[in-house]
């Protein structure tokens, strides 16, 4: 959850503004959290309330989570349709391949206790909007590398797993190439091999972070979905996720401690490597 955060974070100021190298601040005074943060923290929430209990509770209490945290958020960044999506009075899907189901995905990854908990648990929480093959797709895709990678899979099977089930493209990306030649890009398709791709070339957390601000396009959603698996192969120094604490409102740090509190308590999320 924190690698999905810091990432969104990070980017939120290059999302515009592409920078395309690595050398940078990793906070500054015009970072902040966006749409990103708030939906994978409403995922989370999603989880911890309802994901051992029905299908359709759990797609009802993501639909929940996600409106309460639009109500309370107007200006975070929303895309127009997903926008329209949180304001409706019945909200149903509709078809979308955005990279919004990608980016808020992480938390299905840690929670899950199965590969098919994984693809059962990121269809219903991506299902709700992101209905689309393609939006389900990424999410699927993230969510499953999370999971391999806090159970001691190693990039090369990750990679492997990538190549061979979901992008068979991403053999042939790389950060350097993507610096030179990546347009911003809000789908699925366009932006999941070329996160993931950040992930496979870093080295650590925060250099996985930094390839993924480096690629360009959209910074900060790359930089979740990035995080979000990066977290859960390398884990996080301690001093990264203070210092992204500091970039959040009183409730959202509450909501997120407590999250973390009950995961932990309950065994989700922990790294097995």
Request: glycine share 10%; charged share 25%; net charge negative.
């Amino acid at each position: 959850m924190w690698g999905a955060i810091i990432g969104d974070i990070v980017g939120s100021r290059f999302e515009h503004r592409n920078y395309r190298k690595k050398n940078f601040a990793l906070f500054s005074a015009h970072s902040y959290f966006t749409d990103d943060t708030l939906m994978t923290l409403a995922v989370a929430k999603a989880l911890c309330k309802c994901g051992r209990a029905q299908d359709i509770a759990l797609y009802n209490e993501t639909i929940r989570c996600m409106r309460l945290m639009g109500a309370k958020y107007p200006y975070a960044g929303w895309g127009s349709s997903f926008e329209r999506w949180l304001k409706a009075e019945n909200p149903q899907p509709y078809q979308s391949f955005g990279n919004g189901a990608a980016m808020r995905i992480s938390p299905v990854g840690e929670y899950a206790r199965s590969e098919e908990e994984v693809r059962r648990l990121s269809k219903i929480v991506t299902g709700v909007s992101h209905d689309h093959p393609e939006g389900l797709k990424g999410a699927e895709c993230v969510a499953m590398c999370v999971y391999l990678a806090k159970n001691g899979a190693g990039k090369e099977e990750i990679f492997r797993r990538v190549k061979g089930e979901y992008y068979p493209e991403v053999a042939s990306l790389s950060c350097g190439e993507l610096s030179k030649t990546y347009t911003f890009d809000v789908s699925c398709q366009g932006t999941v091999p070329q996160a993931l791709t950040c992930f496979f070339e870093g080295n650590d957390f925060e250099d996985t972070i930094r390839n993924a601000i480096s690629v360009g396009g959209d910074s900060d959603t790359i930089a979740a979905i990035a995080g979000g698996v990066a977290e859960a192969f390398f884990g996080i120094p301690t001093a990264l996720i203070d210092v992204a604490k500091l970039y959040l409102d009183e409730d959202l740090l509450l909501l997120a401690e407590n999250i973390g509190e009950e995961w932990k308590n309950n065994g989700y999320g922990i790294v097995r490597r």
